[in-house]
């Protein structure tokens, strides 16, 4: 995307102005959204967005600027520019005088889309969208139905004062439907929004009617609930989005950007048991075509399967360039960035359970009563104490092993390093969900997961 | 390809391919300096511009960007911005006749101090915060400046351009004294770098922030509200905004709907909206479909006059363009204000009642479909016509229209706050409003 000459030129300046390391970093996206309510089409964008991050490390001070004016001129007097803000102009650093021999690394398309977004056109777009809202149409009952379809080619490339120089492309495609039900007594929404680093295939993949048909049945199952119980009792969490509970109450714990300042529960535990034996937690950047997968990172280092959990055990936290830094922790490809405007940090990518060895039916077994919560939504947690709180988006009453009436409005309360460790069982039928992750370097696609799980105590807030 | 020669481009092949289309570029530079603990913390430079397109075809319209310039991603804009309006259902849209609108130079040499001076004014900021005892702790201190150019064309003959931008000196900390703890924040805000005084910002924050300290907590009743200007300027940039764009009257969302001519406020009450204010933080030589600016008296003296208007809300309501459009190159059509004021009145003379100098929460505590409102506030309670003591842990509550409608006396001075869009405001007394507290 940019030429070598200049990429190394930028580098140079600003290792002679000073720093102690430079990273540029550079991307042009295509993206395409379209969202179509009840059959109009009401919002159909598309857009490029172009630019580069610059990186410079003083010690362990960071300075970062971006711009997408990517002539030469405009790229040299953004280093200069940043060069003179640190102050540390005119120290010139014999190290930083010689060349940049780079050593290029080029993505093999593991995560090349079969069917790209030039196949088709927009109207075959839009008609896979109606058979989705014809697929959610499965009462009356339901009375609207949202269609979200994104579409996103991003190129990248990274290139540091090491000699690194890493190019990458990555491909990525969501179809988000919400359906909406309403009676007497009120309106029930049903989410399904399946999303994977592929193209068009996505629709051979999860055909859309059937999308559909899950969001408007779950939109049916809330419409008939009753209002959820309130108290401590054994929860059994569904497999695929359920996961979200533990990428952010655990997920979040492991990465340096919180383990370094030590503003994690969880500093400073390597090899300490922190959860059940029989959880096993890995965060995994090399799934095939998952929606949080890429070939290699935003700082270019490839992406790797870490296990964070073994048996219980603390192996690993997730560890970024400065977060390697500050902590001594070998880096493991977990640097991540929205885009050009953010610096990395350290982030998840594909992060779940690993499948246990109970059937799925014997979790319920033994229950005289307690929650399933077959889906989840969102919520919230305080990184410091790991404390959470999170909605269950379907949900049905177990008692006596058997699973009964639906419930709505449920609240999961707990704390991540708590509940992990009342992980008494894990069934083997795992599965992941894709999802946007916000943090300090901005909003990311990742999937969490993990196959379904009991664990013995948990804080349900409920109405009745 | 600058961003006027990727306009002409855009324009050229869009006259090719028998496209109606209107061009939008920004081009924005920004530096922010942090300063903590006596040193600068962070540094943030940026540069970021792009460029998007509105086409009308069969009525029908299309949107696409582009932050790179170059003739091949601008075909791909177009065509893409061509096929999603294909796409669309709704027809009937149009782009508005115009004309050469020239270019405008709104900030001049403003910001083109040296940096060390910047660097100078984040860390003198943050030091005579820490040189006074009461403050316990400096959360942030920062010196900003913000650059933008626009530059607008269309195949209807619309063509123009201007630059304007600000800098900004922002600080919050917590000031205490005898186990009373007050967060609080200050800000100055000018065209002119050199205009800004680091020691003002800090006296500034000391005095509104340490007038605090030692609240008593406030009896649960009604009491006469004196509203400061920048606690009014939040309600007035959220709440009043909101029912005056003409989009959510056309999307029935606005309690204001169907009331022009009508009494809406205490005859007292003018609003005002001027992008040609000189000075003004948010003046602009035209809006962003082209439409020349004037000022717009929204509501004069009580009466509601007009909504605030795009030319495709004014079309389907009938009424006048106001020369509200406002776009940014990612985004589609919609309405903002620029310089939005209160004209000042004759003078607020005090007698018993609450001061109100902040509000928070505005975005979960006011709901500007229904008109309500239920703030946590801070404040200071007056007794016989002195700010006798400050108070804590209360909220204001009341809805808006009603608010507005029992305004008694408005200040002399106006007092203009970024924090809402650029609105000023002088002091508002309002008649009676409910507070709860202990």
Redesign the interface.
């Known amino acids: 995307m940019l030429d070598e000459i200049l990429v190394g030129d930028v580098l140079r300046r600003a290792r002679l102005g000073g720093a102690d390391f430079a990273e540029l970093y550079v991307e042009?996206w295509?993206r395409?959204a379209?969202r179509v309510l009840s059959g109009?089409?009401k919002?159909?964008?598309?857009?490029?967005?172009?630019?580069a991050g610059l990186r410079l490390f003083y010690g362990t001070e960071v300075?970062?600027?971006?711009?997408?004016?990517l002539s030469p001129e405009?790229l040299v007097e953004?280093t200069e520019?940043?060069v003179?803000?640190?102050?540390s102009a005119g120290q010139v650093d014999a190290q930083g005088q010689g060349g940049l021999d780079f050593r290029k690394a080029v993505a093999q398309g593991l995560h090349a889309p079969a069917i790209p977004f030039t196949a088709r056109?927009?109207?075959y777009r839009?008609e896979r969208i109606r058979e989705a809202e014809a697929g959610a149409q499965v009462s009356p009952q339901i009375k609207q139905v949202q269609s979200n379809l994104m579409e996103w080619e991003q190129e990248v490339l990274v290139a540091n004062s090491e000699g690194k120089w890493a190019e990458d492309r990555r491909v990525r495609t969501r179809l988000y439907v919400t359906a909406i039900a309403q009676d007497e007594s009120g309106m029930q929404t049903g989410v399904v929004g399946p999303g994977l680093s592929v193209g068009l295939e996505l629709f051979d993949r999860y055909s859309p009617a059937e999308i559909g048909r899950k969001a408007g049945m779950q939109a049916l199952t809330n419409l008939r609930a009753k209002p959820a119980p309130a108290g401590s009792m054994p929860v059994v969490i569904g497999n695929g989005f359920g996961g979200v509970i533990f990428h952010e109450a655990l997920g979040h714990l492991l990465e340096t950007t919180s383990v370094a300042k030590k503003a994690s529960v969880l500093s400073d535990k390597l090899g300490e048991k922190v959860a059940s034996e029989v959880v096993t937690y890995i965060d995994d950047g090399t799934t095939p075509h998952g929606w949080g997968s890429s070939e290699f990172d935003d700082e270019g280092l490839p992406t790797e399967r870490t296990v964070l959990i073994e048996n219980g055990v603390l192996k690993s936290y997730m560890v970024d360039r400065l977060g390697g830094m500050l902590t001594g922790y070998r880096p493991t490809g977990s640097g991540r960035r929205q885009d050009y405007?953010f610096a990395p940090t350290s982030r998840m990518r594909n992060t779940y359970i690993a499948p246990g060895s109970t059937p799925r039916e014997k979790l319920f077994e033994g229950i005289e009563y307690g929650l399933y919560a077959a889906d989840m939504g969102g919520g919230q947690v305080r990184p410091g104490s790991g404390e959470y709180n999170f909605a269950v988006k379907e949900g049905y009453i177990i008692r006596n092993g058997r699973i009964e009436e639906p419930v709505r409005g449920a609240m999961l309360v707990g704390k991540g390093p708590e509940s992990i460790k009342r992980i008494v069982a894990v069934s083997d039928d795992l599965e992941m969900g894709p999802g946007m992750c916000g943090s300090l370097s901005g909003s990311l696609p990742v999937e969490v997961g993990q196959p379904h799980l009991l664990i013995s105590e948990i804080v349900v807030g409920g109405q009745a | 390809m600058t961003f006027e020669e990727a306009r002409d481009y855009l324009l050229q092949q869009a006259r090719k391919l028998g496209l109606e289309a209107e061009v939008l570029a920004t081009h924005t530079r920004e530096l922010t300096?942090q300063a903590h603990g006596g040193r600068?913390e962070?540094?943030?430079?940026?540069?970021?511009?792009?460029i998007g397109v509105r086409v009308v075809v069969e009525g029908k319209t299309?949107?696409?960007?582009?932050?790179?310039r170059t003739p091949q991603?601008l075909d791909?804009?177009l065509q893409?911005?061509h096929?999603?309006?294909?796409?669309?259902?709704?027809t009937g849209g149009f782009l508005p006749a115009g004309s050469e609108l020239g270019r405008h130079d709104l900030l001049g040499e403003g910001l083109s101090a040296p940096?060390e001076q910047k660097?100078q004014a984040a860390l003198e900021l943050e030091a005579d915060l820490r040189a006074d005892p009461r403050v316990k702790q400096v959360q942030m201190t920062r010196y900003s400046e913000s650059e933008t150019q626009a530059t607008l064309g269309s195949t209807r003959g619309v063509a123009g351009a201007f630059r304007n931008g600000y800098a900004l000196l922002l600080t919050s900390a917590i000031m205490g004294e005898q186990g009373s703890l007050k967060q609080g924040y200050e800000y100055e805000l000018s065209k002119e770098f050199h205009a800004l005084e680091p020691g003002r910002t800090a006296q500034a924050f000391l005095q509104k922030t340490g007038r605090l300290l030692g609240a008593r907590p406030l009896k649960t009743g009604r009491y006469k509200a004196y509203f400061e200007p920048k606690a009014f300027g939040q309600l007035l940039g959220m709440m009043g905004w909101f029912l005056l764009s003409a989009k959510n009257v056309l999307e029935g969302k606005s309690l204001l709907a169907g009331k022009i001519g009508q009494k809406v406020a205490s005859e007292i009450f003018t609003l005002v909206d001027d992008p040609t204010l000189p000075g003004g933080l948010a003046s602009r030589p035209f809006d962003a479909e082209g439409t020349a600016a004037r000022r717009t008296v929204l509501i004069e003296n009580g009466i509601l006059r007009t909504f605030a208007h795009n030319s495709e809300t004014a079309q389907k309501m009938g009424m006048e363009n106001t020369g509200h459009a406002a776009r940014s190159y990612?985004g589609?059509l919609g309405i903002a204000p620029t310089n939005l004021f209160v004209q000042p009145g004759q003078g607020v003379k005090m007698d018993e009642g609450i001061v109100v100098t902040d509000l928070m929460g505005l975005h979960a505590g006011a709901n500007p479909i229904s008109g309500e409102f239920s703030l946590q506030a801070l404040g200071l309670k007056v007794e016989g016509g002195e700010m006798a003591y400050p108070v804590e842990n209360f909220t204001v509550a009341g809805n808006f229209l009603e608010l507005l409608s029992r305004i008694t006396a408005l200040g002399t001075e106006l007092e203009w706050n970024p924090m809402m869009g650029i609105v000023g405001s002088p002091m508002v007394e309002v008649a009676e409003l409910s507070f709860a507290g202990a």
């Open positions: 042009r295509r395409r379209l109009e089409v919002e159909a964008t598309s857009g490029i967005e172009y630019g300075v970062y600027a971006y711009t997408n004016d405009s953004l520019t940043l003179k803000l640190k102050g056109d927009k109207r839009l405007t | 300096i600068v962070e540094i943030t430079q940026a540069t970021q511009g792009g299309g949107y696409a960007y582009s932050e790179e991603a791909w804009v893409e911005a096929e999603n309006a294909l796409l669309q259902s709704e940096l660097r990612k589609v």
